[in-house]
């Protein structure tokens, strides 16, 4: 009888930022490096034979809990990725569902009645996952591994095996990231013996870590972006200046740069929530703001995704931003990963995230 785990990725940008991340690659979160270690530990006296991973960054760097720690080599295979979601790819979810609340429904309960221009099919999908699987498990016989994939194509094969066809997925659970789920292969024969366990994700040692900042969930459409329209929108500018704010910015200033730097307004639904202001170097954060009805919600996550977006593009490697040493967003921007790095002229402390790739987990497949 052969043995495989099925591990989803540790906590990606798209999942934290609220982006579709479909088959392109995302670094992971400091949370999700922390759900790696977590992942290792659960690992550490379970005997592992061989490593597979779909050839994405996530999958790599999650993987890494598995293969670096026992000393395997990596197994790299684009059969195992997530469900390409075509035109979909690299927009917010909230962008998403603003153009098709509709398809976007199909794609989490119904998903043999969703279709978009340039994506697989579902049915495609596990066909291709499957048989990966059956294949994985063909070159292992009587051995346990471990396989490292991806959320939607996994919660496809488990309903498969489990006897749910695709009109009825949404009513079967989508895992964490780094849950686990074993199969059993004997012949023919492919079986779950459990499935999204994430025990490993309550030991005191990760629970020490954990925020009570809101993280959205994976149904939530979250948050879409346009640029700031001037002069409609200067009341509202000078409405997200709160006292806090107040005191770090001037406001007159900020609508001159709003003018010439690239400043995005951040709208649940129809309503304007938050805005992030980008430059003058490539990296830099400006203004990050989210309107003080509309805090603590995760949406100013999904403003740092925003300055992701636009910084790597230009090549950029980090996020850069500056306050005040005393100031109320200090810690926010702590637990998005900003670390101090200096202080500037006027006395402001630099920070900076780190959005760099690791090299290692961008190999090429198998």
């Not at 392109?24 to 490593?51: M, Y």
């Not at 990966?132 to 194509?153: D, P, Q």
């Not at 809101?214 to 459409?221: Q, T």
């Not at 005040?324 to 920070?351: K, V």
Request: one cysteine or more.
């Amino acid at each position: 009888m052969t043995s495989i785990y099925l591990i989803r990725h540790a906590e990606a940008e798209g999942n934290l930022y609220r982006i579709a991340q479909g088959q392109d690659n995302s670094n992971l979160t400091d949370r999700g490096w922390r759900q790696v270690r977590a992942l290792e530990k659960r690992f550490a006296d379970i005997h592992i034979d061989a490593v597979y991973a779909s050839d994405l960054y996530r999958t790599c760097a999650t993987a890494s809990a598995v293969y670096k720690a026992k000393g395997l080599p990596l197994h790299r295979m684009a059969e195992l990725r997530e469900i390409c979601v075509g035109r979909w790819e690299q927009r917010t979810w909230g962008d998403i569902y603003r153009e098709d609340p509709v398809q976007m429904d199909y794609f989490n309960r119904q998903p043999d009645k969703w279709h978009v221009e340039g994506a697989e099919t579902p049915g495609q999908v596990l066909e291709r996952v499957l048989t990966a699987v059956r294949a994985i498990a063909a070159e292992n016989e009587g051995k346990t591994v471990t396989v490292f994939s991806h959320g939607y194509a996994i919660r496809l094969i488990l309903a498969y095996l489990q006897g749910c066809p695709l009109e009825r997925l949404g009513e079967t659970p989508t895992g964490d990231n780094t849950a686990v789920s074993l199969l059993e292969i004997e012949g023919d024969e492919l079986r779950v013996v459990f499935r999204d366990d994430n025990s490993h994700l309550k030991a005191p040692e990760f629970l020490a870590g954990e925020k009570v900042r809101k993280r959205a969930n994976g149904l939530e459409p979250g948050l879409w972006f346009q640029p700031l329209r001037l002069p409609e929108q200067t009341g509202f500018l000078r409405e997200l200046l709160s006292p806090e704010w107040g005191a770090a910015f001037d406001p007159e200033r900020l609508l001159a740069d709003a003018a010439r730097r690239e400043t995005l307004v951040g709208y649940l639904r129809e309503e304007p929530v938050g805005v992030v202001q980008l430059g003058p170097e490539p990296g830099w954060i400006s203004l990050l703001c989210i309107r003080a009805d509309c805090r603590k919600r995760g949406f100013g996550a999904q403003l740092i995704g925003q300055a992701v977006q636009h910084t790597r593009p230009l090549g950029g490697g980090r996020l850069t931003a500056a306050l005040a040493e005393d100031h109320a967003a200090r810690s926010f921007f702590a637990d998005y990963g900003f670390r101090p790095t200096g202080t500037l002229e006027d006395g402001r402390t630099r920070l900076e995230k780190d959005i760099r790739f690791v090299p290692e987990f961008l190999g090429e497949t198998d």
